[in-house]
Each structure stands twice: as structure tokens, then as C-alpha cells.
């Protein structure tokens, strides 16, 4: 769907542009005639030099999700921001301790949304471990969608960190985001299929489970960055978008992802494959897809 707005008049802020669904959403937004603000952790200015882009509308910025006046400078001007939080590097690792760091993250960053006038949307990237950690999600007539939560309970007594910090973060956003008004819709993605994709990436904790229960999804860069420019330029766009454009709902599709993740292992576990062929999804993104039907490149 074209936008409501010129987009050469627009200026929008990506954050953290140096991840990979950050720094790809700049090239795109840029290609798309938009001004950019380009809001980047300490040491992660360099690989923008790769970029052939009028330095008038590609604008760095070195903030931190922890400095509010780092956040407030990046916003200035800006109509819109694409909000997206890796933990910081000297935190790597996801644990039991790192909700208490996603939470003050957005609720920084959505605070200082409330108080930049210019500020008219936020897409605010959260993940499908925050809707699919549920005691019940076996015994649900209808399909997971975007309007299921997960259990922070659950998420707890099993040591689902990922999910628990996702689901808080986003909760923490969509609170502050109704009370002070600001519009915000949230992506829930998939797993991110990055060519430096590992075993030890947060989101597979559970993926046994997740794929027995036919709600283990996962999603290519290229899709993702798409939905995301999607729901912002749609006007009518709102809540939480699930976002994936694969299932891995079979014993090959199974096999398939665990070589990419450990070459080194001769096979797997036999809690991967319980005798069947396929395993009924349980997940849907027809809202993502009803949506994207007008999207153009």
C-alpha cells in the first residue's frame, strides 16, 4: 500500500540500527526515499560507510536505550520509529536478569516517544516467544495468534528467559504507549534466519516443544524488514502483528534447521520426530498477511 505521507518529507528513526534487522531496515527506508536517523550502539558507526546514501538524509546517531537524552536526540524531528533491542554487549547472554534490562530499555524509549511531538508511529519489534508460552496452549480450540500472550509464570519455572523478557518489554511498551497516547504497533517475529544463526541463540530454548507443538515458526530478514515498513506505512494498521513466513512442522524441515544450527551433530534428538511426517500448525498470521497483500516494493 503507498503511504499516506511524501516520503521524501519523512524522517523516521531506526533502533538499534547496528543489528542486522536494524541496519537492513536503514537500507530499505533509504531506498524508499525516506530520511533516516540512524541510532547505533557505541562502535557500530562503521558499517554505514557501506552505504551510498546522501549524508542529508542518512544521519548517525550513538545512543543508548539507557540514556534517555541519547534517545530524545535521535528522535528529533523524526515522524516515526522502528524500535528493535539486542541486549548490550557487555550482557550478551540472556537470563534470568535480563527482562529487568528489556523493560527499562522500552520503557525509556517509549517515554521519550511520549514527550517528541513530531513522534506519529512506533513499530516496536517484539517476538513470537511472547504469544506462544502458555500451561494451555495445547488444549486451545483456535490457533495461537496475536491476540494470546504468553505466561511470564510459565516462562519463569521453565527458564524461558527469552520469552519472559519479550513478553514483558512489549507489555511494558503497549502500558506506557496507552497511557501517554502514542500509536504503537508491535511485530512478533518468528525466528530470525540470519546466515550467523546459532544453537545458542535465546529463542531456541524450548524449540523441541515448539515444534512438537506445531508452533515453532521462523522468518527471513528480507520478510521481516517488509512487514515492518508495512505496518507503518499502512494507516490502519494496529496491535500486534505475528510475523513468519515458515514452519518448521516437519521431521525433514526439523532436520534440515538443526544441521544449519550444529553441522557437527550426526542427528537428532528422537524427541524430534514422534512418527509423523507433518505436525498440524498451530499458529496463525493471517492479520500480517491480510495486510501485506498491499504491500509494494
Known sequence: MAPSFHQTANTVCVMDASTQLGFTLVEQLLQRGYIVHASVQQHGEEQFNALSADSNRLKIFPSDPFDYHSI??????CSGLF???????DQPNYDEYMADVEVRAAHNVLEACAQTETIDKVV?????????WREDRRSLELDLDERHWSDVNFCR????????????????????????????????AGLLMTRDLSI?????????????????????????????????????????YLCFNRTINTHDDAVKLARKLTPSAPSLPQSYDQGKNFIQQRISNKKLNKLMVHFTK
Open 157 to 188: 519455572k521453565f527458564k524461558l528467559w527469552h520469552g519472559m523478557s519479550k513478553t514483558l518489554a512489549e507489555k511494558t511498551a503497549w502500558a506506557l504507549a496507552m497511557d501517554r497516547g502514542v500509536n504503537m504497533v508491535s511485530i512478533n
Open 83 to 89: 524500535y528493535t533491542f539486542e541486549p548490550p554487549r
Open 72 to 77: 530524545i536526540d535521535a528522535l528529533k524531528d
Open 124 to 132: 516496536f519489534s517484539s517476538s513470537a516467544t511472547a504469544v506462544i
Open 200 to 240: 545458542t541463540h535465546p529463542h531456541l530454548r524450548g524449540a523441541a516443544e515448539m515444534y512438537e507443538d506445531g508452533v515453532f515458526v521462523t522468518v527471513d530478514l528480507d520478510f521481516l524488514v517488509d512487514a515492518h515498513i508495512g505496518v507503518y506505512e499502512d494507516i490502519s494498521s494496529y496491535g500486534r
